[in-house]
């Protein structure tokens, strides 16, 4: 009964989702113009104040999302658009133009996110080899690609060969790890002749 | 004259020392398998190679960049022709009767036609490019502050009017990315601005991660959330090119001077790239083309119109970028980050400064665009080998050569974390429809447009009217006024059309 509510919900206010981005802009918009105003400067003679620059851009931005807030509460979602779209808006047969709506998987986005963060978190601790392993074939079956051996191949040979292009031929330094992950990064640099 | 074409000669001598040459070829193949690849595009290729450009002088460094723009707008159109699967959006109309063409059975006529038009095309815009530039550096060079910030503010405003989705999401993009460029301590007063007391903000937000972010990581985002659905390969993908006789293609002297035209003026206009020029070019052929009536049925004059103009607006892009500092497209928007980040500002002074460079990069684009030929006509097998690599195991390398570009910089993990922050960013905008390119431009341009403002106000004790009463500001306000209505204009007219058509 609740979820069917919450699913009511979401199919009542289309013109507030479609809202959102721009109450979203405009609320970060006007907190940003309070903090430009309180910029700490000592003002020499009549130049502009380093608050001039960013306070100008950010008028412009709240009024385009005023704009954009009004016209989209009156009118809907058209708007006027680039010279682009509206090109090739012109040129695409009609088949061609009201093509099928994009499947979309929003769990696989989530978990896509996540692993890019965890990857991220985690390089300083697990090291570059053993974490970026991990993340290439966490990324790969999430994208929806079954076969195990190839994911499991591609992944220590991807980590193996970006590990010596980066560390052997860029001499980047990328992180090592903590122990225990950090006698595999040793080993393995040992191996392919990277000091 | 005759000494552009003495410093060209140097040009081509500069581009064929071995390090050049190698990251000209390197350039064009990567940039045609960055076409042909699934889920890339040509940009975010250009995007990945920038990192990679860190340890190298400059020259090579913006010769690859430059190739791989140059070879990735023909890459596009053989998986349009073979697959009727359109590598970047300006391969679309290649699909009317490219593909029409190699259905109809003469798919090595249709992939000669387009290799051809590219050909050509690219050597019409080197041509041009050339002769363009040094012009255009002249006017440049007796430019102050107020035209500075004229000029810029056109950049701005074209890209805005003449790119994707909505006048209003594209503005918003804009002045996000020119907020973006404020973050920091500021240079004059050494005040921090929006950096609510990190660190990491205080050396404010460098373009790389917001670019790579936004159009690497971001666009894999946008694919993984619809699984990575590949459309399924059509056409029964026979591969070979017949390139078609002289005689034949000069028949065709009008589609190709009509479309070189229209290819080299969406060039140089920032913000007009190689898709608008595309689906112009073969609009104009729809109405002045002498088989107009057949177009869309698989003739050759629907091929050559689209891929000549795509092609020819690389060399149009070149000349604002050099000139003047404005890039008119993502691509260029990357080579200006790739000179930047080489302590290399584009703009007349270049001309004087760093001749041999811009003469080396003239150069590789007239011996870029043959290699794209040779490239296109003998490794057209191998190429299309690559279409076949899953999606899934593509995008993860992408997002890897993302986050490892970006730590390359600095070797500091908190550029990653910009780079997550600014792909989520990059999400969004797809998702919302917000186009990215105005971000990139104003976070890239935003300090620019911000010292020839204040500048200007500074020398002229405040008066912002000296923007409308010098006569070369003037003339440029003006162009910025005819960028921003005419969409508007436009609009207005396409929905009385339309409303004509129903009733």
Known sequence: MAAHARKRDLHVNPRLRALLP??????????????????????????????????????????????????????????????????????????????????????????????????????????????TVLYIAALIRTGRYRRWPVIVAVAFAGALAFMFVFMKVVYLSLPIGTPPFEAISLALMRLLGIR | MLEVLQHLAGGFVHVLAPVNFMALAVGLIVGMLVAVLPGLTLVMGVVLALPFTYGMSITPSIILLTAMYVSGTYGGAITSILFRIPGEPMDVPLLWDGFAMARAGDPAQALGWTLFAALTGGLITATIMVALAVPFAKVALTFDSPEYFAVVLFGFTSVVALGGGSLGNAFISLFFGMLVSTVGVDEIYGVDRFTFGSEVLRDGIGYLPVMVGAYGLGEVLVRLEQGFASPPLSGDGKIATRIPRLAE????????????????????????????????????????????????????????????????????????????????????????????????????????????????????????????????????????????????????????????????????????????????????????????????????????????????????????????TRPVSAAVMALTAIALFYPLFRGVRRRRRLALAHS
């Open chain 2, 249 to 468: 293609a000069w028949k065709l002297r009008g589609t190709f001077a009509r479309a070189s035209f229209v290819g080299v003026l969406c060039g140089i206009v920032p913000g007009a790239g190689a898709t608008i020029a595309s689906f112009v070019a073969y609009g104009v052929e729809g109405q002045y083309g002498k088989r107009r009536a057949q177009l869309g049925s698989g003739i050759a004059e629907g091929i050559v119109a689209p891929q000549v103009a795509s092609t020819a607006s690389v060399g149009g892009h070149m000349v604002p970028l050099l000139t003047l500092g404005i890039p008119g497209s993502g691509a260029t928007a990357v080579i200006l980050g790739a000179f930047l980040l080489h302590g290399v500002q584009p703009g007349p002074q270049i001309f004087q400064t760093q001749s041999a460079l811009v003469y080396a990069i003239f150069a590789s684009v007239f011996l870029g665009v043959i290699g794209m030929g040779l490239l296109g006509y003998f490794a057209i097998r191998p190429l299309i080998k690559v279409l076949y690599l899953p999606e899934a195991i593509v995008s993860v390398f992408v997002v890897l050569f993302c986050l490892i570009g970006a730590y390359s910089e600095h070797n500091n993990i908190s550029d990653l974390w910009m780079i997550v922050v600014f792909g989520i960013v990059g999400y969004l905008f797809e998702r919302w429809r917000f186009p990215i390119a105005p971000m990139v431009l104003g976070c890239i341009l935003g300090p620019v447009a911000e010292t020839s403002f204040l500048t200007t106000m500074i020398s002229y004790r405040n008066d912002w009217t000296v923007f409308f």
């Open chain 1, 22 to 131: 721009y109450l979203l802009v405009l609320a970060a918009a006007a907190v940003l113009s309070y903090k430009a105003m309180h910029f700490g400067y000592t003002p020499r003679g009549d130049r502009p104040g380093p608050d001039v620059w960013p306070r100008a851009i950010l008028a412009l931005m709240i009024v385009a999302c005023v704009v954009r807030i009004v016209s989209l509460s009156l009118k809907g979602p058209d708007d006027t658009d680039g010279v682009l779209d509206s090109v090739i808006g012109d040129a695409l047969p009609d088949a061609e133009r009201d093509a099928a709506p994009v499947k979309r998987f929003p769990l696989l986005l989530v978990t896509g996110v996540a692993l890019t963060i965890a990857y991220v978190a985690l390089l300083g601790t697990l090291g570059f080899f053993c974490d």
